[in-house]
């Protein structure tokens, strides 16, 4: 800054002048061009001058400078406030500060300026006339000093001594709001107002410690207006809390909100949020999100994902999310930009990993269709299978994992293991593989796959038309399911490719946005009651922002009966009555409330939990006394709790498909599968 050099400039462009300048002083500039006027023409003599009283000279003190290294960067100048109009009054155990906060410059009434004491940690904001009045605890007012903070000003401290004295801060400090914060977040705009991420915005180098604190919504806490300036030992939050950080413990009813790190435990019944770093274990129902790091473990029911590095593990029941993965993730669908680490799940996204469809032929089954999702060094593969012969069918699916050992780009050998459930007649058959799989490149993206395989396959019996080789012999006695033990073979032939980068700017989800849609549902159930499912349902869709939506829905269901099997199971008695359980169809209006995780811009995952209203129970006992009277008696929880696992894909014309899982618990294991085809719009 003190260097000396010359210009001479007439109607030069005030970029190149500054380029002279650094020419002469080997260093760079580094400015913003949106809030510069780099075009402006300038006319300028300076002979041996220091480059600081130049720079003065040229943007006539609008701008500040900082010296790094060799850089001198350019920031416009903040503006400066003033306190005008103070006063004190005292009130028994309590005095308060009043006066009103103003451009120094211009005399403006400055509103949304954030007051606050550091010590008793009060704070207020000023109102749309700049006025302001902050009540402090009984004390020695040659030790307060209140600061008032806002958004492109500098700070500005006033300090109570002898006599009152306003005193600038000599440190320029230069406003850089980073959107990376949880108040940028959909879930922080909205569990926060207005008046705190204001706040929140004013107050940006200031923060205290404290051993506890106590909220029942943000705001509404045991540090009053602060409280998101205060990093606590134990925080508890009876319903959500809005802190700067926990270094020990956090219990959230419903959530819990921290604006830079948490170290040790974290649990909500909903979810919680991190601005900064998350060391330990975080635990949420529904999601757990970190803007930066993650050094521990993330356990939800629907969702984690962390913007920066994992290093530990990420289990969530439907979608995992990191940039760089050095960890474990295990969730039904896994997304990471780069992994060391180990996804494992149906669907791995990773965007320095691969994709691989394979269609193969083995010993017991001639049609065979996995996917395989992940990295060389670790991949998921989902499996289905099926036996093509009238005489001798057979059906599976199931999961699998493996690695490849890489010979070449070309050549490479996979080593994997996998467990299928199969149907021969019943769904209580099990089948253990354990295989290696020579790999061998034809083209860019096909190859061949070939080798031997060991079975392990544990089997109740082939009905009739199914495979022969699970038959059992008329004298079987045994406890359990008889086993087979073989080595077989497995070759087939493979499409693979890579995940490519995200490039493109994807269309952002807004926290505004809310869609109404109706749906068609039709499927399959089984246990009881059994053969096919039909229903519809209303739901409203609210998008969180990022990747994640809420649902609400209701609905109609209605599951037949197959009415050519022989009903139910019989008991008789010593005495001659007969108790005979028969099923009924079933028909019900579920509500439910859920999540999407969505992997892109269309393609989602969702959890609902939820309860089914019956409108009848579907099972009835038939009991039959020795005199022929009958009696007829429903029976069953009508109204059971449900959960549903659902994947689909979202048009750009409003329609939707995909697929649902359903499962009433607690009523005698009614389970579904769906096929769903909805159409929504925008609100």
Do not use: C
């Not at 032939?493 to 869609?515: H, Y």
Request: aromatic residues 12%.
């Amino acid at each position: 800054m003190e260097k000396p050099v010359s210009i001479a400039a007439t109607d030069q462009r005030l970029s190149t002048v500054l380029t002279n300048i650094s020419r002469q002083g080997g260093f760079h500039f580094s400015y913003s061009g949106k809030n510069f006027p780099k075009d402006s023409l300038v006319t300028f003599i300076a002979n041996n001058q220091a480059v600081s009283k130049i720079l003065k000279q040229l943007l006539n003190n609008r701008y500040e400078f900082e010296e790094r290294r060799n850089y001198i960067i350019i920031t416009p100048a903040l503006q400066r406030l003033s306190f005008i109009n103070t006063d004190v009054n005292s009130d028994n155990n309590t005095y308060s500060i009043s006066g009103v906060i103003v451009n120094e410059t211009t005399g403006e009434r400055l509103m949304n300026t954030s007051v606050y004491e550091k010590e008793q940690l009060v704070s207020t904001m000023s109102d749309e006339h700049g006025y302001f009045k902050l009540k402090l605890r009984s004390g020695s007012l040659n030790q307060v000093r209140i600061i008032a903070s806002k958004y492109a000003y500098r700070d500005t401290s006033l300090n109570f001594l002898n006599t009152v004295v306003i005193a600038n801060r000599t440190r320029a400090r230069v406003f850089q709001h980073d959107t990376k914060t949880v108040e940028a977040t959909a879930l922080g705009r909205f569990f926060t107002t207005a008046a705190q991420r204001i706040q929140s915005i004013n107050i940006q180098d200031f923060f205290a410690n404290r051993p506890y604190q106590v909220s029942i919504i943000p705001g509404l806490s045991s540090h009053g207006a602060l409280s998101s300036q205060v990093i606590n030992k134990f925080s508890l939050n009876l319903a959500g809390g809005y802190t700067a950080g926990v270094d020990g413990l956090e219990f959230g009813g419903l959530f819990n909100i921290n604006k830079r790190n948490t170290r040790y435990l974290q649990l909500a019944g909903i979810f919680n949020l991190v601005g900064g770093k998350v060391t330990g274990l975080q635990l949420a129902g529904v999601s757990n999100q970190a803007l930066d790091t993650l050094k521990g473990i993330q356990i939800s029911g629907f969702i984690n994902k962390t913007d920066s590095e994992v290093s530990g593990l990420q289990v969530a029941v439907l979608n995992n999310k990191a940039h760089m993965l050095k960890g474990v993730q295990v969730g039904i669908v896994n997304v990471a930009d780069t992994s060391q680490g180990a996804s494992i799940g149906l669907i791995n996204i990773i965007r320095n990993g691969f994709y691989k469809i394979t269609y193969s032929a083995n010993n017991l089954t001639n049609t065979n269709v996995s996917l395989k999702t992940g990295t060389h060094g670790f991949y998921s593969n989902l499996l289905l299978g099926a036996n093509i012969n009238a005489h001798n069918k057979m059906y599976s699916f199931g999961f699998g994992v493996g690695h490849d050992f890489m010979f070449s780009d070309h050549i490479y050998l996979s080593a994997e293991a996998a467990y299928q459930f199969a149907f021969t007649g019943s769904m209580d058959d099990r089948w253990a593989q354990a295989k290696l799989l020579l790999n061998m490149q034809l083209a860019k993206n096909v190859s061949l796959v070939a080798g031997p395989t060991y079975n392990k396959y544990s089997f109740t019996g082939s009905g009739e038309g199914y495979q022969s080789k699970f038959k059992l012999s008329g004298d079987y006695r045994g406890a359990g399911n008889p086993v087979k033990r073989w080595i077989g073979w497995e070759a087939g032939i493979a499409f693979n490719s890579v995940f490519k980068p995200v490039t493109e700017i994807k269309k952002a989800r807004r926290s505004k946005d809310l869609f109404l849609g109706i749906a068609a549902l039709a499927g399959w159930a089984w246990d009881s009651p059994s053969t096919y499912v039909l229903g519809s349902e209303l739901f409203m869709q609210k998008d969180f922002g990022d990747s994640m939506s809420g649902t609400l829905s209701a609905g109609y269901v209605y599951h037949a009966v197959d009415n050519n099997l022989p009903g139910g199971s019989f008991i008789t008695y010593p005495d001659g009555k007969t108790d005979e359980y028969l099923e009924v169809e079933y028909k019900a209006i579920p509500l439910k409330a859920g999540i999407r995780a969505y992997t892109g811009t269309r393609f989602f995952f969702a959890g609902e939990l939820g309860v089914s209203l019956g409108l009848n129970k579907s099972s009835i006992l038939k009991t039959t006394y020795p005199n022929g009277t009958v009696a007829q008696i429903q029976y069953g929880s009508k109204n059971p709790f449900l959960y549903a696992i659902s994947a689909g894909y979202s048009f750009n014309n409003g329609l939707e498909t995909g697929i649902k899982f359903e499962d009433y618990i607690s009523f005698k294991n009614i389970k579904q599968f769906n096929l769903r085809v909805a159409y929504r719009f925008k609100l």
